[in-house]
């Protein structure tokens, strides 16, 4: 397994999840949907609906300083967002 990489807790999925029954994770970028749809199932025992899943690619960073020009590059990633079943949810904070 391995294919999923952590849950995405944002306000902006977290108002996602509460209007709709849709949770986001990120995932490895080689993962296809039906991938994804058995992970999810196995680990959190629950039935999906569908997987939409989107990539992102990394971006420039540039930041001026006092000791001159610093510049970067944020990662890529790929995230999938994930609609269950009517009345099966998802509990990230069970284990705080």
Do not use: W
Not at 11 to 23: A, L, Y
Not at 35 to 40: N, T
Not at 63 to 89: C, Q
Request: hydrophobic residues 35%; aromatic residues 8%; glycine residues 6%.
């Amino acid at each position: 397994m391995g294919i999923i990489i952590r849950p995405l807790v944002t306000e902006k999925m977290t108002d996602i999840t509460e209007t709709s029954n849709r949770f986001g994770f990120v995932v490895r970028p080689e993962a296809n949907k039906l991938q994804i749809k058995r992970e999810i199932e196995a680990l959190y025992n629950v039935t999906v609906a569908d997987v939409n899943t989107m990539k992102y690619k990394g971006k420039s960073k540039t930041r001026y300083t006092r000791a001159g020009i610093i510049s970067g590059k944020t990662n890529a990633f790929k995230k999938a967002i994930v609609t269950l079943k009517e009345g099966d949810t998802i509990d990230f904070y069970s284990n705080i």
